[in-house]
């Protein structure tokens, strides 16, 4: 199969532009793909695409995909570069039009940015039907031509590491338990000689005094892990860190504040924080970047048991803090507290936390974008511009001290793990409450929750979950690298 991209007419009379592979191809069958295209009805709109079979004996079947206007860059008003998501987009379409043919291979046309495409391309494609009988047939996407073969292979690596995050969010909660999880990214950088991977006992976690992480694992039977992991890619291996900490439960039932059982299956995603940013890591691995990222990810289920945390307890952080759980369904707070503790032994340049932390951002933001909340401007401006080439949005939220009153204000320990107002900015609370772990001057937190799965708001992404935003996570670790180089 062959994917080709045609651009709309900027004028409404005009005739629509191919892009030059495109042209290439139609001259090659002398004219007969621009006849067909003009004979089918109107004018492809962007994200489309149309079939047509017998043209060249070495495409049988060839799919034209609509790429919008040609000279789409920046979209101030939407944040993301316009371009790149209408070839990612649109070559999904045709992977997909190619893969309903049951076509081993594809050939895609590199639309003017190579990366895009490989992006559209894999990203597309990709299904969790590991445990199906029956199941779709593999299409292998290939550069058409050869001139953009250098940005078409870093595109496939991004886009194999954000799959790589949607399949273990996917996965049934019994597949990826925490040890589980641990074993399967310790597998994907078993071959790289730079880093090293520590899978941490529930002892280590013990003498750590990571007493909020362990009161949310000791309600399971399956017992916690806190993975570590080291990727020494700077050229100096004493540089300071990038630290990325990931919010890692396998299953969230809400344990004592039980969730309804309505959806809690998708509650096997609770482990997104940890899924993106071990993902981001396993691909700055894969692309050699040149600095040193940590990462940690405090893996354990949230079960209600005689053995969970009850509401009303009182833990204790490593930092010394004391909390009352006063919903044990805020648990993710309760792992990243003792997490960013830790981060701070390692002089971080920066340490980004991850997690499907709040209903509370789904609701405000939806899966439109991440919600970031940071004490830094620079590590704002960083993510933001990563995420306007990767068309995986960010948008800033607040870090008022106004919610930190709704945390510290807690009558029998140092915070509560829940706002005083329930409700009312569960996404800034929360936020908040992270906060009061972090020292550091350059932290952000991701809450990850609106953007956990897809239904069809992403077009080159099937629904399901979503692995985002692991790209934008491996675009601003690769400029941070640049950075740092400079």
């Known amino acids: 199969g062959l994917v080709l991209g045609i651009y709309s007419s900027e004028k409404d009379e005009g005739a629509a532009q191919f892009t030059s592979a495109g042209d290439a191809f139609n001259s090659l069958v002398s004219g007969k793909l621009r006849e ?11 994200g489309k695409a149309r079939i047509f079979h017998g043209l060249h004996q070495d495409f049988p079947s060839v799919v034209v995909v609509g790429l919008g206007k040609k000279n789409a860059g920046v979209n101030d008003q939407e944040n993301w570069n316009e371009g790149k998501e209408n070839i990612r987009a649109a070559v999904a ?23 895009a495409a490989a992006e559209g391309a894999v990203l597309g494609l990709h299904e969790y039907n590991e445990l199906k009988q029956k199941k779709k047939p593999v299409v292998t996407p290939q550069l058409h031509g050869s001139a953009e073969s250098e940005a078409w292979q870093k595109g496939v690596i991004y886009a194999e590491g954000q799959n790589l995050a949607r399949y273990l969010m996917e996965a049934p909660a019994n597949y990826i338990t925490p040890i589980k999880f641990a074993e399967r990214i ?51 291996t004493n540089d300071s860190p990038l630290v990325f900490v990931g919010k890692g439960v396998t299953f969230d039932s809400g344990g004592i504040s039980l969730k309804p059982s309505s959806g809690m299956d998708a509650m096997r995603a609770d482990m997104g924080g940890a899924a993106t940013v071990c993902s981001a890591i396993v691909t700055a691995a894969a692309l050699n970047l040149p600095l040193n990222i940590i ?24 930092n010394g803090k004391t909390i009352q759980v006063d919903n044990t369904d805020a648990e993710g707070r309760l792992l990243l507290a ?3 503790c830790y981060a701070h032994d390692f002089n971080a340049r920066a340490i980004v936390n991850a997690a499907t932390l709040t209903g509370a951002m789904d609701v405000a933001l939806g899966s439109a974008a991440t919600g970031v909340f940071t004490n830094s401007s620079w590590l704002w401006s960083h993510l933001y511009e990563a995420s306007i080439l990767t068309g995986d949005r960010v948008w800033r939220m607040p870090l008022f001290e106004h919610y930190t009153k709704q945390v510290t204000d807690c009558p029998l320990a140092d915070l509560s ?22 020292t550091a001057s350059h932290w952000a937190h991701l809450d990850i929750a609106g953007v956990m799965s897809n239904k069809d708001e992403v ?28």
């Open 459 to 486: 077009p080159y992404l099937r629904k399901g979950m979503a692995g985002r935003p692991t790209r934008t996570l491996i675009e601003f670790a690769a400029r941070l690298s640049q950075d740092s180089h400079n």
């Open 417 to 438: 793990n829940i706002g005083k107002y329930s409700r009312a900015g569960g996404a800034c609370t929360a936020a908040a409450f992270l906060k009061e772990f972090v």
């Open 338 to 340: 003792d997490a960013l």
């Open 93 to 115: 379409a045709g992977c997909r039009q190619i893969q309903d043919l049951e076509i081993p291979c594809v050939e895609v046309d590199p639309c003017g940015d190579a990366q």
């Open 36 to 46: 067909l295209l003009s004979m089918c009805g109107p004018p492809l709109k962007k």
């Open 295 to 318: 990462g940690l990810a405090p893996l354990c289920e949230n079960m209600p048991s005689g053995k969970a945390n009850k509401p009303g307890d009182v833990v204790r952080a490593k």
């Open 186 to 236: 310790e597998q994907k950088l078993r071959s790289f000689s730079n880093v090293k991977v520590h899978v941490r006992p529930e002892s280590w976690i013990a003498t750590q005094q990571m007493g909020a992480f362990l009161s949310v694992a000791k309600g399971s039977a399956e017992p916690p892990v806190f993975l570590e992991i080291h990727y020494l890619g700077g050229a100096n």
